[in-house]
């Protein structure tokens, strides 16, 4: 019993002592975010080389563009209009889209989507994190 009570005591004094961390949480959690959505679905020649190449440009695209914070990659396993995967590219700026679409890398995404891509489909809009 008394060291449910001290367990108690030293959790409720915790949070008496320490509450800016729990606010500086809250505040980093509403930090808006910018994001370019892709979908495309794969021409039926393309290999495993092709797709590689192309979804290596994106990975690499944060160390390179200002304002591109990250970027997500996911297969999808079904979809309406049967796209094959899905990219977030999740900016802290919108101008961070206008670095990404005159970076030489969105050139060389452009180069391969024109052999690679048989469809695409983009959204954008913001977001809280």
Known sequence: M?????FLVCLIGTFLL????????EVQSNQRVFCHTLFYKF???????????FLALFKSLPKKVDGLEQ???????????????????SFNVEDGLIAYQN????????????RLISA??????????
Do not use: C
């Open 2 to 6: 008394v060291k449910k009570r001290l």
């Open 18 to 25: 320490f509450p800016n961390k729990i606010q500086s949480q």
């Open 43 to 53: 021409s039926t020649s393309i290999t495993e080389n092709d797709k590689a190449e």
């Open 71 to 89: 970027v997500d990659i996911s297969n999808i396993e079904s979809s309406s209009e049967e796209f094959d995967i899905i990219i977030v590219l």
């Open 103 to 114: 970076h030489p890398d969105h050139d060389k995404i452009n180069d391969l989507a024109s």
């Open 120 to 129: 695409y489909s983009y959204y954008r809009y913001w977001t809280n994190q």
